[in-house]
């Protein structure tokens, strides 16, 4: 699999590398306030690109921080319980070591009776 993922790789920077050269011829792109920037075909482009992906990050970023945080408040809320559980209800010494029936961990996603 691994192989197959660079042979798709090489294939692909080897077409986007002949789509570079093919296209060096000199292009204008009118700006605002009356500035034209000439530049081979494929700078504008690959400058397009980059700006799109800057601002497709620029757009997600607010969100996946309020996620981030939410998960860091959550985790803390969790040790919490789970200290102020393990001290308010000791636990036998017989039932500390009791592994599960199969001894797997749980998926997160599992819907049912615990085991």
Do not use: C
């Not at 699999?1 to 042979?7: D, P, Q, T, Y």
């Not at 200290?83 to 819907?111: E, G, H, I, L, M």
Request: glycine share 2%; aromatic share 8%; net charge positive.
């Amino acid at each position: 699999m691994k192989l197959f993922a660079w042979v798709v790789r090489i294939v692909v920077f080897v077409l986007l590398f002949v789509l570079a050269l093919r296209n060096t011829a000199d292009a204008s792109l009118q700006l605002f306030f009356n500035a034209v920037w000439h530049a081979p075909l494929i700078l504008i482009l690959f400058a397009a690109f980059v700006l799109g992906a800057v601002a497709a990050l620029a757009s997600v970023a607010p969100g996946l921080m309020r996620q981030r945080m939410e998960v860091a408040r959550l985790r803390r809320a969790l040790t919490q319980v789970q200290a102020a559980a393990a001290s308010a209800s000791p636990q036998p010494a017989a039932a500390s070591t009791a592994t599960p029936r199969d001894a797997k961990p749980v998926p997160y996603n599992v819907v049912g009776p615990k085991v």
